[in-house]
Every structure is written in C-alpha cells, then in structure tokens.
C-alpha cells in the first residue's frame, strides 16, 4: 500500500468510532485486492487525502465500497439499496433487522417467541401446538398474529433412522408429474415408505432428516441393490462417507463388480472397512458437527442414482435442540422452510434404465421444488409460503440437482444466514433479492413477511455454462 | 511418466505428460522483481482421452515446460516481475491467436497463423489467474487454449495475499485446474466441418487436463502420491480452484469445509466456509482447506455430476482424490 493511501487511513481512522474502523480496513483490505493501481479509483473522489481536514468517505463512495464487498460476482447476487441496511448494525446471532421484525429479542417482552406468555410460544397453553391447550382453534386466537406452526415439512430422527432405497426392483416407484405423466423414479423412503414430508406418493426427495449437533445419529440404509448414503457436508469420516470405492456399503459382496477398475478396486478395498450383503441395513454412524443444512444422496454411479431420486436433505438442529433459530446464538425465526431444488430429463426416466454414454448430456425438462413441478408447486404447503405480515421466514435452499439455480422472492429483500452448515462470516440485512445455488451448495436465507399480498417466487434452473434459462419453478408467498 | 497425448504437427518440443495436482512448479522464480520470459507455440495437439480416443485440442505449449496438466503451463511468478510471454501460432487452419490473462493483461493483439506476438505486463497483484486466448470468443476455450498463472507474494510468505490481509499461511499448495471438451466441435474442427458453438454440451471432463481415474493412479493402476492431494494431519492446503472451461464447476469436498479466501483476487468475507465451492467460467477461486485430524481418502469433484463421467461412464471426468494422511 502506497505511503498516500497510508496517510488518508490515518485521518479516517482518527475521526471515525472504534466499531467503523473496522469496516474502514476492510474496506481498504478489499481495495487492495484490486491492485494497487486501483487504490486510487477506490478511494475515489477523495484524492487529496493528505489533507488533514480531509473528511470521511461520502456516501457515494461508500456504496462503491459496498458492491465490493458484497462481491456480487460470488453468488449472482443483486444488490438492492445499500441504504436499506447498515452492514455495520449487526452480525449472524446479533437482532433481528429493524423495522420489519415483530420480534423483540429482549426475551422478557411478550412478543418475543422465547417468552412463554407470547402465544407464539409453544409452551404457552393458549398455543394450539401446546398439548394442554385442549382444543383452542388458530381462529380464535385472541392476539393480533395467530399462532402458526413452525416447521413446515416433518423428518425422520434425530437418533437411529432407518432408510430403504427405492429402485427398478420396485415397479410402483413412480413420480406424478403436473402434466399427468407418472415417470419412473428411484429414491429413499422410511421404514413406513413415506418420502419427503411422509408423502407416499413423491418418492423423490427423501425424507428430511434430522440431527442434533454433536449428538451422535445413526441411518441404517437397507437396499436391494448397490446403494450408499453419502452425507454430503457433514465432514464424516472416511467409513461413513458413503463413496462405494472408498467406504463401507450396501454391495455385492464381490469385489471386482461395479465401476471401479478391478485393479483400483484392490487398492480400495484394503481401504474399505466394511461391506454387508444386499439386503441388510448398513449403519451410518457420525457425530453431527455444526447445525445447519445438510445433504444425502447415493454415491453408486452418482450420475444416475443421484438424477433419479435418490436424495434429499439433512437438517442438523442446535445443540439445545431448539426450532426456531439455525445454530447456536442465531437469529430467531417465526416459520421454516426447505425448498430442495433439482430436475428431471424425462428421458431418463421413461423406457429402459439410462446408462452409459447417454448421461453426459443431460436435458433436464422437469424443473421442481421439493419434487413437485409446474402448477402442482403452489399448492404444496411445503413450497408456498404462507405466513402472517412481518414475521420471520427462513427459507433452506437445497440444490439437489445438477443445474446452478437463480432464486428470488418475488422481490422480497431477503439475509443470506449461512451456507453449507456455516453461518456466514458477514451479515448483511435485506440485501439480496436474487442468488445462485450451485449444485451440491446449500444457503440459508430469511425475510420478513411483507405487509399483504401474494408474490411470485422463481427458481430460473440455468443450463451448466450459466447463460440460459432452462426451465423455472414458481411459488408463491402469501401474506395471510 | 505415461504419455497422454501429442502433437499433432511435428514440432520439437513435446507437450509432455502432467502430474496431476502436483504442488505448484513452474518457471523458476527470484526473490527480487525480475524478468521472466516465456515462450509459447499453439500448436494442435491429439488430446487421448479415455478410453484410447484422440481428440484435436490447441493448446499453448511450452517444451522446457512440465507443470501439471497438459493444458496447465503452471507460469509462477513472483509479485513484482516483469512478465513477457510470446506466442507463436503454428494452427493449420485459419485462426489468429492471442492470450490474456484478465487481472494482469486485458487485452492483447492476435498473432496469425504463422505468425507471432509478444505480450509484457507487470505481476502487480499476488493471486491466482486464468490465461487464454478470447481472440476467438469461446472457440479458444472449448478447443484448449488456456492455463493457469500464479503471482506469488513479493515478501516470500507462505500465504495466498499479503500476511496483512490473510495470516493463514499455508503447509502445501496444489493448482487445480477444471475444464473440459465438447467433442462434436473438436471433431468438427478437424474434419473442416461447421460447427454450432451455441450447442455447446460437453462430454469430456478434466482436472488438471486428466480424467478420473488417470488423475489418481499409476501406469499399474495403485494410488499415485504424485498425483492425489496429498495432506497430512494439522495442515493448512491451500487451493487454487481456476475455471479454464465453459461451464460452471460447483466443486465438492468429501471430508472437509474449506475457506474462501478469495474469488478473483477479490478477499471473500462474506460465505466463507464452504464443502462446495462454485467456481465459475473463467474464474479462479482460492482456498484454505484446514486437515485437523481427518485422515483417509476422500473425493474431491464437480457436483454437476455428468461432469463426473467420461463421455456419460461413471466415475471419470473431473475427480480427484484427497489422501491425508497422520503429520509428524
């Protein structure tokens, strides 16, 4: 950093409270990475900074600072009005956003859900969650805000889960499309044959699973044919990670079969802890280690296995066990949901098994939200979103599918809290109105109900060089 | 060392076979600002690719050069060098070639078939960057023309950025480099056919210009140290994610979250840790990845998961394999 720009930090950082100084380097920290012939163009307007009576960045300037730092290139974000939130005004754990919250976090104040008095509460027995409240309906509900159920899908767990897979052993594995087609699909069920939100009839996602961080967790998978559970982002070890040439799994028993080269095969399976026959459960075992949104799919020729149906979503709750925040110290929210995004080729799911030389291409004609597609989408209560002005919603973005996914709400501003079950170093409030999930990427976002109305929410599927819509799922976001 | 594929023209100086995931190697590199020159022929070079199929690719080669991947010259320079690279373009058919390398050279002049350019810049900013040919649009891309270039900090640290903005120096570093091949516009190309590049679909998948399982094992098939990830226990490895092809590369860590440290030499600070970290076209994206104690294999690969095979066959395309193993 040349001797000019050290000299104009100075006189910032002298007039400037301890908590900017902060954003003050960071901002000069970003700066930086431009170069250093654009220090300069960074500091902008202020090019006489050794004037000591020099003043502080005026607001034009700090909005160019602000693009900067959101780095909107990383995840296809579009920045709404940098004046709609002071990125200085808190982080992951801090209040919520003022202006748009019900929520009071001091938690003595009735209408702060933590406090048993606000009927939010389920342990205030005016709730209609709460077991003693005999049979109190939500219409008559004295306060202002009905109560309203937290969690908007159900999960198996936490503790032992037991998982079948689903495959072409099972002729009745269909999936109806909105266009009437029933196209055949693999997936993961529980024991009861449920998948997704106990759903007997959507075989794809899985079932929703849950455990509590650091708790021990146990899935006990039973196929009929090769499968695994990969727990993709949980960090497990080697012998859980569900990968077949590298960990323990459901196989054949015969090592040399499958798609591993026999002669890499070998180096493996003196790798490989562990295998059982078909048909018996093999048993995932890990210790969950941070709350957040999470991933399973099979890992046996993933291409297929993993279009197919054969995943879904994890979700690993605090340590406390609690529902109504993400991680420990994290903001509070009033209503939960999981939008797992991915597609279907038809192609693939019509006729014989796809196989080989026909996945590399993939064109995918179904574009779903938790495996409903089309119209089908609003009238799932998993997918739209209803809830009452001004509370908070968080939204788990999933993507399941091989196609990067542009989400918006309709326009509604909303917080990115954490990704791939880390809250996010930054926190900014009510500063996206559109993101992209990668593949494989998870983020975890929350917005504050509008006022009234309904809005459209899209998920635009992109083909894999990011420069075309697809396809797109709509839902919807209803102020009750 | 395994040939992987050779020129197709008969010129000296063989694009020879690549360590995949090697540590970072390259021109040699001085303490002091100096000036470092490199010399590039594009030539047309039958890519093989699993299994036994040559494919017409152009790439930049360099014959003194034998950094990892065939399409990764893996230039290292040091912050504060003088860099010239010259181009010589020995392609049969009609294309004029440049290369940039956008951070450092924006724009450049074409040199023609059978002719030559040279291009100088100054190394200003530490980082990890993407140099090809945009003479073309995406035709350079699709048919091979890139590489990656690495700046390393002026004060010799062991970091990504200058210690005052990342303190986390690094144990080991690796390039990785992702791109791939649409073969209908290859073979177009060579049969002198017309071709759509707005069909763009690839079948083809690298990292490092290998195909799984050729970026994890040897001529007799064991697990080859020299070409998987190699960590041990209590490590910082960094990594540096560049986008050479066309599409996006969501890439997935088994095993571990990394952190984002960077994105186009831009400081990330905002989705920080990451198991997948999506890198875009064109992009290069820079990462710590902290071992702890996790020992083991683990895979490490795009999650648009055709991009997972070779030519539609599981598992191939771009997969590498992690192997950490118990520090000292």
Known sequence: MSKISRDFLKVILAEKPESAVKEIIDERKRAYTFGLGSIAATLGACAAPVDPNAVPPDEPERAHNYEQRVNSENVGITLDDPEDGDPTAGLPGGAPPTGTTPVNPNPTDPTNPTNPTNPTNPTNPTNPTNPTNPTEPVTTNPTPTPAIATQTFTALGPGLINIDASDMMDPNSVQQMSDGNALTVWGFTSSSGGAFNGDLNRLCPGPVIEATEGELTTIALRSQLPHTLHLHGLDVDQANDGVPSTSGYVSQMNPGAGFIPPNLQLIFDRLAPSAVALGNPFEYKFLAPHAGTYMYHCHVDTVIHMEMGMSGSIIVRPPDGSRNTLYTNGPIFDREYIWQLHTFDSAWHTGPAVSGSNTSRYNPDYFMLNGRDGLDILSDPTAAVEAYAGQQIVIRLVNLGYQPAVVNLGGIPFDILASDGRPVKKYFFSLFTEMTVGPGERYDIMFSMPASGVSNASINYLDIMGRNVLGTAVSSITTL | ?328
């Open chain 2, 1 to 328: 060392m395994e040939r992987r594929e050779f020129l197709k023209a008969g010129v000296a100086g063989l694009s020879s076979s690549f360590v995949l995931g090697g540590l970072t190697a390259g021109f040699p590199r001085s303490a002091q600002a100096a000036n470092i020159v490199i010399d590039f022929s594009v030539e047309e070079v039958m890519k093989i690719v699993p299994v036994n199929r040559a494919i017409l690719t152009w790439q930049y080669v360099n014959a003194l050069q034998p950094g990892p991947g065939a399409l990764n010259s893996g230039i290292v320079v040091t912050e504060g060098d003088t860099v010239t690279i010259n181009i010589q373009n020995n392609l049969t058919s009609n294309y004029p070639v440049n290369l940039v390398c956008p951070g450092l050279l924006d724009t450049s002049v074409a040199a023609a078939p059978g002719g030559s350019q040279s291009y100088t810049f100054v190394a200003t900013t530490p980082g990890s960057y993407l140099y090809y040919d945009d003479n073309n649009g995406d035709l350079g891309r699709a048919m091979g023309l890139m590489g990656p270039l690495v700046v390393k900090p002026m004060d010799g640290s062991q970091a990504l950025t200058p210690i005052e903005f990342d303190p986390n120096n690094f144990d080991r570093e690796y390039t990785i480099v992702t791109h791939e091949i649409d073969s209908r516009i290859n073979d177009a190309m060579a049969a002198g056919l017309p071709f759509d590049l707005n069909t763009y679909q690839p079948d083809y998948f690298f990292a490092n210009g290998l195909s799984y399982p050729e970026t994890v094992q040897d001529a007799a098939g064991n697990i080859d140290d020299t070409k998987v990830i190699l960590m041990s226990t209590g490590q910082n490895v960094a990594l540096r994610l560049i986008n050479g092809g066309l599409i996006y590369y969501p890439m997935h860590f088994h095993g571990y979250h990394v952190n984002v440290v960077t994105r186009n030499r831009m400081l990330e600070e905002n989705v920080v840790e990451k198991d997948t970290v999506l890198v875009k076209e064109g992009e290069a994206v820079e990462a710590i990845l902290p071992v702890g104690d996790q020992v083991g294999l683990y895979p490490l690969h795009t999650h648009y998961i055709p991009g997972v095979t070779t030519s539609g066959f599981y598992a191939g395309g771009s997969l590498l394999m992690m192997k950490s193993v118990l520090g000292v």
